[in-house]
Nanobody
């Protein structure tokens, strides 16, 4: 079992930055791909970014490319999402997820464990 706890969300203005963290416990995540998803009210959960088990490969949604960066520190069993140039449309509950294998991509089916989420609200 893996427990994932997200932190770092908050209320910011458009153009600001936030760094989300996802701390894992219960077992090491160093052998697994990790991802971030988000869900806005009334919308389906959508893929934001993913990172391979080594951290050498990353993937991100077109809507966040050039603004969001996913990274990981396997020694700390933690994954990060650096979010820059935030927009009001980035407002959502952000979830961290642990993959079922070393390479997880944009499908929720690639992931076996989910955190409870951290709220990000961007005002205009």
């Amino acid at each position: 079992q893996v427990q994932l706890v997200e932190s770092g969300g908050g209320l910011v203005q458009a153009g600001d930055s936030l760094r989300l963290s996802c701390a894992a416990s219960g077992r090491t995540i160093s052998n697994y791909g990790m991802g971030w998803f988000r869900q806005a009210p009334g919308k389906e959960r959508e893929f934001v970014a993913a990172i391979s088990w080594t951290g050498y490969s990353t993937y991100s949604a077109d809507s966040v490319k050039g603004r969001f960066t996913i990274s990981r520190d396997n020694a700390k069993n933690t994954v990060y999402l650096q979010m820059n140039s935030l927009k009001p449309e980035d407002t959502a509950l952000y979830y961290c997820a642990a993959g079922r294998g070393p390479f997880a991509r944009g499908s929720t089916a690639d992931y076996g464990y989910w955190g409870q989420g951290t709220q990000v609200t961007v005002s205009s």
